[in-house]
Nanobody, 123 residues
Framework: QVQLVESGGGLVQTGGSLRLSCAAS????????MGWFRQAPGKERELVAS????????YYADSVKGRFTISRDNAKNMVYLRMNGPKPEDTAVYYC????????????????WGQGTQVTVSS
């Protein structure tokens, strides 16, 4: 099991930039696939991006491809989500999650979750 704590959320203007961070507690952090999910009011929680244990492989939802970048630093037990050019439709609570499943994409494949951080994009 791994404890996850997100930070870096807040209010950002359309076209600005924001970096979310997620600190993980597990000593075996480097063995986890990490993902960033988001949930807007009245909507399902959706996968935004994920990264393999080594960082060599990444996945992005079509809605954020080319604008968001996921990265990780296994030496620091950290995973990041850089949001460039955010849009009002990116407004949501963003969650960091960890999975032992290779190439995990489904919410059910992620066993450990952070508490979430609010991101609000103003137009």
């Amino acid at each position: 099991q791994v404890q996850l704590v997100e930070s870096g959320g807040g209010l950002v203007q359309t076209g600005g930039s924001l970096r979310l961070s997620c600190a993980a507690s597990a000593s075996t952090f480097s063995s986890y696939v990490m993902g960033w999910f988001r949930q807007a009011p009245g909507k399902e929680r959706e996968l935004v991006a994920s990264i393999s244990w080594s960082g060599a492989s990444t996945y992005y939802a079509d809605s954020v491809k080319g604008r968001f970048t996921i990265s990780r630093d296994n030496a620091k037990n950290m995973v990041y989500l850089r949001m460039n050019g955010p849009k009002p439709e990116d407004t949501a609570v963003y969650y960091c999650a960890a999975s032992r499943t290779l190439a995990a994409r489904r919410r059910s494949e992620y066993a450990d979750w952070g508490q979430g951080t609010q991101v609000t994009v103003s137009s």
